[in-house]
RNA sequence: GCGGAUAUGGUGUAGUGGUAACAUAGGAGGUUUCCAACCUCUUGUCGCGGGUUCGACUCCCGCUAUCCGCACCA
């Protein structure tokens, strides 16, 4: 970071915390580490970027919103591998109170105990019994899961059962998928959004609002058919030139649909998404010349995915990840199926149906049940693998060494013709993952100008109109003569429209409240002057230009 | 988590073992006031908790937070 860069960003900051818009948590106690108020003006402008997401994702037609809890049973996210991948498992020593990993304690007997489970270590933490690093006591109390997951308990006392504050939005979409399903007609693609906090306790938030331990985020989980090759139309983005960082390539300038075609992009939908991400950013006021995708190398990727692109916004803490693209494969529903019991699955009728033509034997229960006992399934197996022409008595040697004679009453005939029209897979996911919260900022900070006017030190923040907190600001050139009983009944009218903020400034110079309102980004400032007294007409200043231009109240 | 630095009105800064200053911002009023003008009046501050002391914003200890390295990290 260059010298000029380090006072901006604290002249940034300053204006951000003074004007309201983003502030530390809690600050009357201290404040807290990784923890940020959205103030008056920062509130609206979240809720904006969160409203123009899921605007930009519901228009593609066959998405649907969600919205799930953030306290979420243990057991999800187990199976989700985040109990396994996010946290440590700790053990507090009964006679000095020290806490220590209990996989670490283990080391010495166990070649890696990172790789076990709680209930395993657990089990040989209980042999084992190793001393406390600290008092050389041995007495541990039960393992327990800690670190980048907040956990809790959810319900009272011995009843509770463990939970965790979510560390991502999607795990909640996994588990609604039959819901999801059903509701969209039991068709593939469809997508599920959400937006919402999640929760990881970060072991050192740094860098303001990049590294937060509760943050906002927004994700779609896009259900694919891995059997049918995916197809987007990239023409909306036609030749237009993206930076591009591939795994292996360095950074290379490419179009969307270039990508994809040489498999730059591994998956088509995977590509398309960086293009819808491309332009949600734009269109909210990223600076399109500092913004790229970055490939994750193979050993980067989370546990879930097999292929990711981050996009990467450039602001006064270098290039920063503010979106992740995964594609996850068939990880979570699978993991959820097998956790579970219950099917995540879509069914895909074949082109053509397959016929399925049995001719040999099986078992007669009736008869070869008592006869065989235990090793009646073994029995029936091996039989079924028989040709047609067996016959019997058949000696079988079966798996496990044994040998039985199977006679001809154990079994019958097996001659039948199936049509298997379909089956049921599980679909695969493609993940579109927000960090809003680091969205946010850049937004500021590549909006906020402070090239100055005339000379003078003068601030602006450029924000785009689909996200600017306050969309008009109306001030009386003087509170008297009427004037002022004009601007507050404007105001008045514009605040009762919805979606429509407007803010009603008395104090201080013309020239001072147009400076307010610029810091904060008012795309349209209106002024009752006192030619409005005569004509019914007001100014309207537009922040980016300064200029004016005349028009009749009623028209506004 | 380790090491270093820092913590004074909303913001940016000064300063002292004897209850704190400047600028700016904010509020009220004035000024026919259209790009941070001017005049008058005015609100508001020593991060938290201990200790030393007659007395601590100041010295000491602990905590918390912030910033910078290192480590970790969708």
């Known amino acids: 970071m260059t010298e000029p860069d380090a006072t901006r960003l604290e002249r940034l900051s300053g204006m951000l915390k003074r004007r309201g818009i983003l502030l530390p948590a809690f600050e009357i106690y201290g404040g807290a580490k990784g923890l940020y108020d959205f103030g008056p003006v920062g509130g609206r402008l979240r809720n904006k970027v969160n409203q123009a997401w899921l605007n930009h994702w519901l228009s593609l037609g066959n998405i649907v919103e969600i919205s799930c809890p953030t306290v979420t ?54 042999q084992s019994q190793p001393p406390c690093p600290v008092c050389q006591a041995v007495e541990w109390s039960e393992v327990t899961a800690q670190n980048l997951m907040f956990n809790t308990t959810i319900g009272a006392g011995t009843s509770g059962r463990p939970g965790f504050l979510r560390p991502e939005t999607a795990q909640g979409m996994f588990t609604s998928f039959p819901a999801l399903y059903r509701h969209n007609r039991e068709r593939l693609p469809f997508g599920a959004i959400q937006v919402g906090k999640g929760y990881r306790n970060e072991i050192s938030p740094r860098q303001g609002m990049i590294r937060l331990r509760e943050f906002n985020m927004a994700e779609l989980e896009y259900f694919i058919n891995p059997h049918e090759e995916a197809k987007h139309d990239f023409s909306p983005w ?14 290379i300038q490419m179009s969307f649909k270039e990508a994809v075609e040489q498999n730059v992009i591994r998956h088509a939908t995977v590509g398309y998404f960086m293009a819808q991400t ?41 290039w920063v990840e503010c979106v992740g693209i995964a594609h996850r494969g068939c990880y979570d529903l699978e993991s959820h199926e097998k956790a579970t019991g219950k099917s995540l699955r879509a069914r895909r009728e074949f082109s053509e149906p397959k016929i399925i033509e049995t001719d040999g034997w099986t078992i007669d229960g009736a008869k070869a049940g008592p006869a065989f ?9 091996a039989v079924e693998n028989l040709p047609a022409e067996t016959s019997f008595p058949h000696t079988l040697s079966l798996p496990e060494g044994e040998e039985v004679t199977v006679e001809a009453e154990h079994v019958k005939r097996d001659q039948r013709t199936e049509t298997i029209t379909g089956e049921w897979y599980i679909p695969h996911v493609v993940e579109p993952a927000f960090g809003i919260d680091r969205i ?27 996200v600017a907190p306050v969309d008009y600001c109306v001030f009386p050139l003087f509170e008297k003569d009427g004037m002022g009983e004009i601007a507050k009944s404007i105001h008045a009218t514009l605040c009762s429209k919805q979606n429509i903020v407007s803010m009603y400034d008395s104090s201080g110079s013309i020239g001072r409240r147009y400076a307010r309102a610029d810091e904060i980004g008012v795309p349209k400032c209106i002024t009752v002057d006192h030619q409005s007294l005569e004509d019914q007409t007001v100014t309207i200043r537009e922040r980016d230009s300064g200029e004016q231009h005349r028009v009749h109240i009623d028209s506004l």
């Open 373 to 381: 006992r235990a090793l009646a399934g073994a029995v029936k197996l």
């Open 73 to 126: 049973p243990y057991s999800v996210l187990e199976a989700s591998g985040h109990v396994g991948e996010f946290s440590d498992f700790m053990t507090v020593c009964g006679a000095c109170e020290e806490a220590s990993r209990a996989d670490t304690l283990l080391e010495p007997h166990h070649s890696n105990p990172d790789s076990l489970t709680k209930s395993e270590l657990q089990n040989l933490l209980n």
């Open 238 to 251: 036609g030749e237009h030139k993206i930076t591009l960082l591939a795994d292996g390539e360095g950074e």
């Open 440 to 466: 946010i900022w850049h937004i500021l900070d590549h909006g906020y100008d402070e090239t100055g006017k005339d000379g003078e030190e003068y601030t602006v923040m450029r924000l785009s109109e689909h």
């Open 278 to 318: 491309f332009d949600f950013l734009t269109k909210i006021g990223i600076d399109s010349q500092r913004l790229r995708f970055r490939q994750h190398e193979s050993d980067e990727m989370a546990h879930y995915a097999s292929d990711c692109w981050d996009a990467e916004i450039h602001g006064s803490f270098g």
